[in-house]
């Protein structure tokens, strides 16, 4: 596509229960990145995907969270048991890399998730 | 570990005026990249313009330059003209350059700029 494409835009959850988002990076682009926004706060990286391997998934808070990414494309970040403190912006981003160095990242607009 | 600090939390600019936002970081990398990200309400980050470390000459993007200080590690912002169109929050961000580096950005918290007409 013409641009990173995050869905759903915005998703209202109840406490306890399983969210999935999704991206769709641009086209071509090996690399993937999930980021978090809380209010007030900066991004926090959560993981990295180059191709379909994480190979830095430090920035995952707890075992509640995990990623997936297949056929080089679209990512899903999984949140299992949705506390309120998962409250959050999350943002996806792509970029290229050529012999080891990476292009811009482009960022999608964002999954705004509640947790009630 | 990279940081990278904003401690404006909010600016105010008169339309047409101009404004600084200030960004300081650490590393102890030689080689890597410094920019600054654009967020409007609609949520999407967009790129304002990027410095590369080995650059000495500061980049420029139309209205906006940078004042990149390598030794004192700052990076700030320049917006000049302002318009009601720079209202928005601002994140000043840190990527190593080394080839097959991890190529995460580590953020600033931000700095939200509003624009008086």
């Known amino acids: 596509g013409a641009g990173v494409s995050q869905s759903p835009s915005n998703k209202v959850t109840e406490k306890g229960k399983d969210v999935e988002l999704r991206c769709d990076p641009i086209?071509?682009?090996?690399?993937l990145y999930w980021y978090r926004q809380s209010l007030g706060q900066g991004l926090e990286f959560l993981i990295y995907?180059?191709?379909?391997?994480?190979?830095?998934k430090s920035g995952l808070p707890s075992d509640r969270f995990s990623a997936e990414r297949t056929g080089g494309s679209v990512s899903t970040l999984t949140i299992q048991r949705t506390q309120q403190e998962d409250s959050a912006v999350y943002l996806c981003?792509?970029?290229?890399?050529?012999?080891?160095?990476?292009?811009?990242?482009?960022f999608g607009q964002g999954t705004r998730l509640t947790v009630v | 570990a990279q940081t990278v600090t904003q401690s404006q939390p909010e600016m105010s600019v008169q339309e047409a005026e101009t404004v600084t936002l200030s960004c300081t970081y650490d590393?102890?990398?030689?080689?890597?990249?410094l920019f600054w990200y654009k967020q409007p309400p609609s949520r999407q980050m967009i790129l304002v313009i990027r410095?590369?470390?080995?650059?000495?000459q500061n980049a420029t993007e139309n209205r906006f330059s940078v004042n990149f200080q390598k030794a004192a590690k700052s990076f700030s912002l320049k917006i000049s003209d302002s318009q009601l169109g720079d209202a928005a929050m601002y994140f000043c961000?840190?990527?190593?350059?080394?080839?097959?580096?991890?190529?995460?950005?580590?953020f600033g918290k931000g700095i939200t700029l509003s624009v008086r007409p």
């Open positions: 086209s071509g682009h090996t690399a």
């Open positions: 410095q590369e470390a080995y650059k000495q």
């Open positions: 981003a792509s970029s290229s890399a050529r012999l080891g160095y990476h292009t811009e990242a482009f």
């Open positions: 961000a840190y990527r190593s350059a080394r080839a097959g580096a991890n190529s995460k950005l580590t």
């Open positions: 590393t102890s990398e030689s080689d890597y990249y």
């Open positions: 995907f180059q191709g379909n391997s994480a190979p830095d």
